[in-house]
């Protein structure tokens, strides 16, 4: 659904999608949230497979996530996406979940990039060629994504290899991948003791098939968990905070 330049996508939170305590997972939550963009640049022309012929691909670099609640199994939710202001080689977009009566759920702003996947490399805005129209006067939540401190490489780095699940159509792994990845590394009780609210993930690298990566992590402050991901060359492939309550 297309209305006053938002575009909206309806989902049925199922039993694959929730946690042991059914509650959605930040990462299935995450990949709605990239479907709803997904089908709004497809309705724009500008999708996978429009791109794909021009050698080119979207790639999130930043997101910023806000969690009031989480919708459990067997919910029906919607989640809104717009355009935002456009830069040269940034595009802005805005999301909004809704309970089925309307509640917010939750919230977030993210920043996207268009890349060439023959010359690999980030091109300009420009090369889209296309008009985007912006609803007036809506927002998600006002300023930008913060930067996120990076940790040091850990001194005994325990690697993991990138398997096939972790895998997107482009052949790199999914970034909801890296976020899931962070939260598997908090522990059974802590994580059934307090809810994730707010979860900012920047992206620096991508991983590929045969690679494998390691976390240095670190509850910089009370209820602050900071994550570096890096690859076996010691560069940097992300970086993630949550910050939980409870």
Same mark, same amino acid.
């Given at each position: 659904?297309?209305?006053?330049?938002?575009?909206?996508?309806? $989902?049925?939170?199922?039993?694959?999608?929730? /946690?042991?305590?059914?509650?959605?997972?930040?990462?299935?939550?995450?990949?709605?949230?990239?479907?709803?963009?997904?089908?709004?640049?497809?309705?724009?022309?500008?999708?996978?497979?429009?791109?794909?012929?021009?050698?080119?691909?979207?790639?999130?670099?930043?997101?910023?996530?806000?969690?009031?609640?989480?919708?459990?199994?067997?919910?029906?939710?919607?989640?809104?996406?717009?355009?935002?202001?456009?830069?040269?080689?940034?595009?802005?977009?805005?999301?909004?979940?809704?309970?089925?009566?309307?509640?917010?759920?939750?919230?977030?702003?993210?920043?996207?990039?268009?890349?060439?996947?023959?010359?690999?490399?980030?091109?300009?805005?420009?090369?889209?060629?296309?008009?985007?129209?912006?609803?007036?006067?809506?927002?998600?939540?006002?300023?930008?994504? =913060?930067?996120?401190?990076?940790? /040091?490489?850990?001194?005994?780095?325990? $690697?993991?290899?990138?398997?096939?699940? /972790?895998?997107?159509?482009?052949?790199?792994?999914?970034?909801?991948?890296?976020?899931?990845?962070?939260?598997?590394?908090?522990? &059974?009780?802590?994580?059934?003791?307090?809810?994730?609210?707010?979860?900012?993930?920047?992206?620096?690298?991508?991983?590929? =098939?045969?690679?494998? &990566?390691?976390?240095?992590?670190?509850?910089?402050?009370?209820?602050?968990?900071?994550?570096?991901?890096y690859n076996e060359e010691e560069k940097e492939v992300c970086k993630v905070l949550l910050?939980?309550?409870?």
């Amino acid at each position: 659904m297309y209305v006053n330049h938002v575009f909206s996508r309806e $989902f049925h939170i199922c039993g694959y999608d929730v /946690d042991h305590n059914c509650f959605v997972t930040i990462s299935k939550l995450l990949s709605m949230m990239h479907e709803t963009a997904w089908s709004h640049v497809t309705y724009l022309k500008k999708g996978w497979k429009e791109l794909q012929e021009e050698g080119l691909f979207w790639a999130i670099a930043k997101m910023y996530v806000k969690i009031h609640k989480l919708p459990k199994w067997n919910d029906k939710i919607r989640v809104d996406t717009w355009a935002k202001a456009r830069e040269s080689i940034m595009f802005l977009r805005d999301y909004e979940v809704f309970s089925e009566t309307g509640e917010l759920l939750c919230c977030a702003i993210s920043e996207w990039m268009l890349v060439d996947f023959r010359a690999n490399k980030i091109v300009r805005l420009e090369k889209l060629n296309t008009h985007l129209d912006y609803p007036q006067n809506r927002i998600a939540f006002e300023g930008r994504v =913060p930067r996120i401190p990076r940790l /040091d490489f850990p001194e005994t780095p325990v $690697f993991n290899p990138v398997v096939l699940s /972790d895998l997107d159509m482009n052949q790199h792994v999914n970034n909801a991948s890296y976020v899931r990845w962070v939260i598997d590394q908090l522990p &059974y009780d802590f994580y059934n003791q307090h809810q994730i609210k707010e979860v900012i993930i920047s992206y620096t690298n991508q991983l590929k =098939p045969g690679e494998r &990566y390691c976390i240095a992590m670190k509850e910089t402050e009370p209820q602050y968990f900071n994550a570096t991901l890096y690859n076996e060359e010691e560069k940097e492939v992300c970086k993630v905070l949550l910050v939980v309550s409870g």
